[in-house]
Structure formats: structure tokens, C-alpha cells
């Protein structure tokens, strides 16, 4: 079955980094875009980035361009979100998402924090 699991997650001081990654299995992972949301407690889960499929050029938030870096090694089955110079207000669960199908990862937790 279709699986997507998020790991990387952290406690950060603000301007600091994280690395995210998300594993897909139970699909030929190389055929799909992948998403990242992410989501702070008591607000809406938002778009954060989009991996596509064969294009080497990733969709951002305004509110991460320039910060994050989204990429994908088809090799490995994984794509990654490189967060650099870190927010309190980029707290939340970050989460990956394949949109045909439907499938989200159980998340991952990133706290920016002094």
C-alpha cells in the first residue's frame, strides 16, 4: 500500500536549519508529485512547497521562498524540504502529500523556539 513517511523533525533556535525527508513506498515514486503542508495548532493546514514529477523546479509559499529548499532523489524514493533561517511562526507539523490518491505522512514536528 501506498506509505509516506515524514522524518527530520526538531527543536531549532531561531535562523536555524532543518533538514526534512519524506520516504514513499508501495508506488513508482519517480511518476508523482509530492507536496509539503505543514500545519501550526489552531490554524488551517497550508501549501509549503511541490516537488513535480521529472521537473527539476519546485513551487513555493511566498512565505518560504527563499528559506526552504524542496528537492527529490527518485533513487532513494525520498524528497526533502531543507528549512534554513527558521520562525517561531514556521513552528508547526510539516507533512508531505501525494495529491493523486489522496495520501498524506503522519507528520513531522518542527518547533523554532529560543
Known amino acids: 500500500q501506498v506509505q509516506l513517511v515524514e522524518s527530520g523533525g526538531g527543536l531549532v533556535q531561531p535562523g536555524g536549519s532543518l533538514r526534512l525527508s519524506c520516504a514513499g513506498s508501495?508506488?513508482?515514486?519517480?511518476?508523482?508529485?509530492i507536496d509539503w503542508y505543514r500545519q501550526a495548532p489552531g490554524r488551517e493546514r497550508e501549501f509549503v512547497a511541490r516537488?513535480?514529477?521529472?521537473?527539476?523546479?519546485?513551487l513555493y509559499a511566498d512565505a518560504v521562498k527563499d528559506r526552504f529548499i524542496a528537492s527529490r532523489d527518485d533513487a532513494k524514493n525520498t524528497t526533502y524540504l531543507q528549512l534554513n533561517d527558521l520562525r517561531p511562526e514556521d513552528t508547526a507539523m510539516y507533512y508531505c502529500?501525494?495529491?493523486?490518491?489522496?495520501?498524506w505522512g503522519q507528520g513531522t514536528q518542527v518547533t523554532v523556539t529560543s
Open positions: 508501495g508506488f513508482t515514486f519517480k511518476y508523482y508529485t
Open positions: 502529500h501525494r495529491a493523486t490518491g489522496n495520501y
Open positions: 516537488v513535480w514529477e521529472r521537473d527539476p523546479t519546485p
